[in-house]
Structure formats: structure tokens, C-alpha cells
């Protein structure tokens, strides 16, 4: 199975991997040499095909998907989303993300429903996770897009900036007159993902890696050794 597996996945030899270093929660480092939990676990379905790997890093989310969609990357990592599953598959989720709001210090906006009404404006990471879940669910609210949510929240003093809950409470504790809706607004799922056109069978391989990965610990300790207890190992498939 191993073989049938490396070919399809990997037709040039080269196990070719698309990684997101704009969220910092699921790989760090630099392009050189990143780090963190999304490089651990290609590294090691590298290692189990018995392939070498190769990265190819990228600021955002709708980069890293556009690698995987236009075949320069053979494997990515990104949040479980029906805008994309018509052009990648997905494995079963790894870790949990939750994705929060940062409003003004002294707006009345208390709980995540709060922020869906007419008028109000909402801060977020053009072709997110969360830009692309909002666009979907919200009925009342606009969304306004940029290269962080957080960032664009404060230059346009927007009503409200969506984001992964760590860096948002990181930015609300570095800038004053700004506070975290606790409540998530979702919960962002985190998987394994390969292009559409690959083997069913591939991507049911890639999903038994994954939950041996998480039920033998390694998921959890690469998130410990990067520091990243922000997010939490997904439950058993």
C-alpha cells in the first residue's frame, strides 16, 4: 500500500509540501527551515514513504491552498472548509483552533451572535479559515478583508476583528482600548490535505496516519515542543 501511495502522492520522487507561516499556531520558523507542527507531521508521512521532502512556505492560507491546487505542492495543511473541498480532499482533523473576535474596549458587542447585525463591520485575513466561514454563515454583518483581520480591525476602526484566538489575544494585550469576545465564533479543524484529482485510497492513508499520529502522542508533543497550547488535538475520528 505504502508504494501505491508514494506514487500517487508523490510522482516526482519528492514528497513537494505547502505550509502556511501566517498561522503562527501550526508552523514557525522560516522558509528555510520551519518548524512546528504541520513541518513535524510531513516530515514524518515523508519519512514513513520513505521520500525526501521539500517546503514551500507561504504567508497565508489562500497561498498555500492555491501550491496545492495548481500541483507546485504535492501535500498542504488547512482548515476542513466547503469552499475548498470541490478542489482538495481532506484527512481527518489533527488539532482544533478557535476562531475569536476583538472588539473596542467599550462596545456593547458581548458574545460572538452580537456582531452579526446590520451596519457593522468585521475585520478578517482575506481567504482565511475564518474569512471563508463567515462569508458563508454571516447574514448581516460586512466582512472587510486585508492581510490580518486584527490589522485592518485597527486601521479602519472597524466594529470588530476575527481571528485564531491566540494571536488575537496577543494583539488585544499589546493595544490598549481593545478587548477579546472569550466566546469562539467557530471552531476551525485542521487537516491534511491533498488535490482532488489524488487516489481516494491516498487520502484514507494520509486519515489512518493522522489519527495514529494523534492517538500515539505526536501531534500533542510537537504542539508542546512549539509552544502552542493554543491549539488542541483533534478527538478520534
Given at each position: 500500500?505504502?508504494?501505491?501511495?508514494?506514487d500517487?502522492?508523490?510522482?516526482?520522487?519528492?514528497l513537494?509540501?505547502?505550509?502556511n507561516?501566517?498561522?503562527?499556531?501550526?508552523?514557525?520558523?522560516t522558509?528555510?527551515?520551519?518548524?512546528?507542527v504541520?513541518?513535524?507531521i510531513?516530515?514524518?508521512?515523508?519519512?514513513?514513504?520513505?521520500l525526501?521532502?521539500?517546503?514551500?512556505?507561504?504567508?497565508?492560507?489562500?497561498?498555500?491552498?492555491a501550491?496545492?491546487?495548481?500541483g507546485?505542492?504535492?501535500?498542504?495543511?488547512?482548515?476542513?472548509?466547503?469552499?475548498?473541498?470541490?478542489?482538495?480532499?481532506f484527512?481527518?482533523?489533527?488539532?482544533?483552533?478557535?476562531?475569536?473576535?476583538?472588539?473596542p474596549e467599550?462596545?456593547?458587542?458581548?458574545?460572538?451572535?452580537?456582531?452579526d447585525?446590520?451596519?457593522?463591520?468585521?475585520?478578517?485575513?482575506e481567504?482565511?479559515?475564518?474569512?471563508?466561514?463567515?462569508?458563508?454563515?454571516?447574514?448581516?454583518a460586512?466582512?472587510?478583508?486585508?492581510?490580518?483581520?486584527?490589522d485592518?480591525?485597527?486601521?479602519?476602526?472597524?466594529?470588530?476583528?476575527?481571528g485564531i484566538r491566540?494571536p488575537?489575544e496577543?494583539?488585544?494585550?499589546?493595544?490598549?482600548g481593545?478587548?477579546?469576545?472569550?466566546?469562539?465564533?467557530m471552531?476551525?479543524?485542521q487537516a491534511?490535505?491533498?488535490?482532488?484529482?489524488?487516489?481516494?485510497?491516498?487520502?484514507?492513508?494520509?486519515?489512518?496516519?493522522?489519527?495514529?499520529?494523534?492517538?500515539?502522542g505526536?501531534?500533542?508533543?510537537?504542539?508542546?515542543?512549539?509552544?502552542?497550547?493554543?491549539?488542541?488535538?483533534?478527538?478520534p475520528?
Amino acid at each position: 500500500m505504502a508504494t501505491d501511495v508514494r506514487d500517487d502522492l508523490a510522482p516526482t520522487g519528492v514528497l513537494r509540501v505547502s505550509i502556511n507561516l501566517g498561522n503562527p499556531v501550526l508552523a514557525q520558523g522560516t522558509p528555510e527551515q520551519p518548524t512546528g507542527v504541520t513541518p513535524d507531521i510531513a516530515r514524518e508521512i515523508a519519512r514513513r514513504l520513505q521520500l525526501p521532502v521539500e517546503f514551500f512556505c507561504f504567508g497565508a492560507a489562500r497561498e498555500s491552498f492555491a501550491a496545492l491546487v495548481d500541483g507546485t505542492a504535492d501535500l498542504g495543511f488547512l482548515a476542513i472548509e466547503p469552499a475548498r473541498a470541490d478542489q482538495v480532499a481532506f484527512t481527518t482533523p489533527y488539532v482544533v483552533i478557535e476562531g475569536v473576535y476583538v472588539v473596542p474596549e467599550g462596545s456593547a458587542l458581548t458574545r460572538p451572535d452580537d456582531v452579526d447585525r446590520p451596519g457593522l463591520r468585521i475585520g478578517v485575513k482575506e481567504g482565511s479559515a475564518y474569512d471563508l466561514f463567515l462569508t458563508r454563515t454571516l447574514r448581516h454583518a460586512t466582512l472587510v478583508r486585508g492581510a490580518e483581520g486584527v490589522d485592518v480591525f485597527a486601521a479602519e476602526n472597524l466594529d470588530a476583528g476575527a481571528g485564531i484566538r491566540r494571536p488575537v489575544e496577543e494583539f488585544a494585550a499589546r493595544t490598549p482600548g481593545t478587548r477579546v469576545i472569550q466566546d469562539r465564533f467557530m471552531e476551525i479543524r485542521q487537516a491534511v490535505c491533498v488535490h482532488r484529482d489524488r487516489d481516494p485510497d491516498t487520502v484514507v492513508w494520509l486519515s489512518d496516519q493522522v489519527e495514529e499520529l494523534k492517538a500515539h502522542g505526536f501531534v500533542a508533543d510537537s504542539l508542546r515542543r512549539s509552544g502552542r497550547l493554543d491549539a488542541t488535538v483533534a478527538p478520534p475520528a
